[in-house]
Nanobody
Framework: QVQLVESGGGLVQAGGSLRLSCAAS????????MGWFRQASGKEREFVAA????????KYADSVKGRFTIFRDNAKNTVYLQMNSLKSEDTAVYYC???????????????WGQGTQVTVSS
């Protein structure tokens, strides 16, 4: 059973930064692509960022490109999302997910964490 536990969310002012972490259970973390998604209140969940199993390839939503960075530490079974220059529209619950497919296939994520709230005040 895969368990993904997010942390690092909170309240931040616009223009500020936060780093989210997602710790995964199991010994096969390094074999899988990982991603971050978010869901704002009243909206559908949307893709934010993804990273290949090795960390060598990444993909971002246009709305976060240049502001967010996804990276991973396979020795620690952890994937991160560094969020800079935060905007009020980044306010959402952020979810970590594991993919069973190629990292850029946003429909391939089939294991999810419980989410962590990020609130950006303007």
């Amino acid at each position: 059973q895969v368990q993904l536990v997010e942390s690092g969310g909170g309240l931040v002012q616009a223009g500020g930064s936060l780093r989210l972490s997602c710790a995964a259970s199991g010994r096969t973390f390094s074999s899988y692509a990982m991603g971050w998604f978010r869901q704002a209140s009243g909206k559908e969940r949307e893709f934010v960022a993804a990273i290949s199993w090795s960390g060598g390839s990444t993909k971002y939503a246009d709305s976060v490109k240049g502001r967010f960075t996804i990276f991973r530490d396979n020795a620690k079974n952890t994937v991160y999302l560094q969020m800079n220059s935060l905007k009020s529209e980044d306010t959402a619950v952020y979810y970590c997910a594991r993919s069973g497919r190629y990292y850029s296939d946003t429909n391939g994520y089939n294991y999810w964490g419980q989410g962590t709230q990020v609130t950006v005040s303007s």
